[in-house]
């Protein structure tokens, strides 16, 4: 189904709500296909398809809203969707706050992001990538005895969106991956790490065997942990979870927690709220962008943002519903952020480590110790002790615990190791220091 069916049909189901007597209306319609394989022990160990389809209506009448759905694009089923949203709008509460974006801020220009690259790998071709990737972790060292697996997946779809201002835009898409996962095993103790290569174009992903080699690197080097002395250390974040990092940030600026007052950055606009080295900016037109978009989930256009300048809050992160709340305007963040760019400090990784000298590497992160509202941050965690800016042995079992107002402004510096995996792009982040528990 291509992006200019699905246009049709949402103008459809607009002119649909006008007919039943909508003030407004919107829709999304979209349509997607894809593929994932897995193998194990060089095995074929699952082979998926996947095709959706499906509608998504909202209906207002004056102040009060309605909402349906449905995954049947036929046209009785379309009409049953919007007379149910209908329906439901009736018997809501009036809401002062809901309604369209303002008719002045939708998008008009569209321009081509690069998002739609389809990869056509059928499946024998996608089992033999994945065998590749999982064969080259297994060699990676001879204590690598096992395997979760390795796998490759490819999606590509398209999606329109449109509301009864007579705004209509949507815009096809891609995502591919590459991924695996081993064990370790030495002195009855074992260990398991993964790695994974995503892009919009097949053609920027990491080859099978570089994601494999990752893998196993990233699995043998955990065995042989040792514990450390509980106390207050460097901690630098590896790239991966430094987004983690920020998109807890991210959350924090967003209209939906500033409204419900569960932030820990309430009233912050203007204020500083993170070290002077800190940049982060919004670019939605990132070319081949993982969160790149014209327009946001209510055709409001978006636009280049600094959201931190020198450690600063310059925005915030709205729709048209928490502008409101906020008695703010939208900022074309209705449903989240695009990508979030963080401006490295210039060092390399291993530039890091010497600037953090003795202190601690976290790789992984266990559990979901974060109170959004105070801002209070424990986290179960793993990774390397550090000395004199050598990694000098693994470690497990600790926890790691601040505050994330201390931890922002804490920052000592941001790498330029940045993997283009997600919309958060950052390299890792090292924070001054962090209270690190150990069971020694």
């Not at 949507?170 to 290569?197: F, N």
């Not at 040792?226 to 991210?250: C, D, H, N, W």
């Not at 992160?365 to 941050?377: E, I, P, Q, S, W």
Request: aromatic residues 6%; charged residues 15%; contains cysteine.
């Amino acid at each position: 189904m291509q992006a200019d069916q699905l246009q049709q049909i949402a103008q459809d189901i607009i002119r649909l709500t006008q007919t039943a007597g909508a003030s407004s209306a919107e829709t999304e319609v979209s349509f997607g296909m894809g593929q994932s394989v897995s193998v194990r022990q060089g095995e074929t160990e699952n082979i998926e398809y996947n095709r959706d389809k499906g509608c998504s209506v909202t209906v207002y009448f004056g102040q009060q809203k309605g909402y349906a759905s449905t995954s049947d694009l036929s046209p009785q089923a379309l009409r049953d969707t919007v007379e149910a949203a209908c329906n439901i709008a009736k018997y809501t509460a009036q809401d002062p706050f809901c309604g369209l974006a303002d008719a002045d801020l939708m998008a008009t220009s569209f321009p081509d992001l690069s998002l739609h690259h389809p990869w056509q790998v059928d499946v024998d071709a996608a089992l033999a990538l994945a065998k590749r990737c999982e064969s080259a972790a297994l060699a990676v060292d001879h204590r690598i005895s096992n395997s979760e697996g390795a796998s490759v997946y490819t999606q590509s779809g398209a999606f329109a969106y449109a509301n009864s201002h007579g705004f209509i835009g949507g815009y096809a898409s891609s995502r591919h991956s590459i991924s695996c996962s081993v064990i370790a095993e030495a002195d009855g103790l074992m260990q398991r790490d993964y790695w994974y290569s995503s892009a919009r174009d097949a053609l920027d992903l990491a080859s099978p065997e570089q994601v494999g080699q990752i893998a196993g690197e990233r699995t043998a080097r955990r065995l042989g942990a040792r514990p450390i002395k509980t106390g207050q250390y460097p901690v630098l974040f590896e790239a991966p979870l430094a987004s983690g990092l920020i998109g807890t940030l991210m959350s924090a600026i967003s209209g939906g927690n500033l409204y419900r007052k569960s932030s820990f950055l309430l009233d912050s606009l203007g204020q500083t709220i993170a070290s002077p080295l800190l940049q982060i900016e919004d670019h939605p037109f990132l070319l081949k962008g993982a969160a790149s978009s014209a327009f946001d989930s209510e055709g409001v256009a978006c636009q280049t943002r600094t959201l931190v300048e020198n450690g600063v809050l310059q925005g915030y992160l709205l729709g048209s519903y928490s502008a409101r709340k906020l008695g703010l305007k939208t900022t074309g963040n209705a449903g989240g952020a695009h990508n979030i760019l963080v401006r490295s400090t210039g060092q390399s990784f291993e530039q890091l480590l010497q600037t953090l000298g003795t202190g601690l590497l976290v790789t992984e992160l266990l559990g979901h110790g974060l109170n959004m509202v105070t801002g209070d941050y424990s986290r179960g965690a793993s990774g390397y002790w550090v000395e004199n800016g050598v990694i000098v042995h693994p470690v497990e079992e600790i926890t790691i615990a601040s505050n994330m107002k201390d931890m922002l402004k804490s920052i000592v510096a941001i790498g330029n190791d940045v993997i283009p995996n997600s919309s958060k792009l950052t390299g890792s982040i090292l924070i001054e220091r962090m209270t690190v528990a150990s069971s020694e």
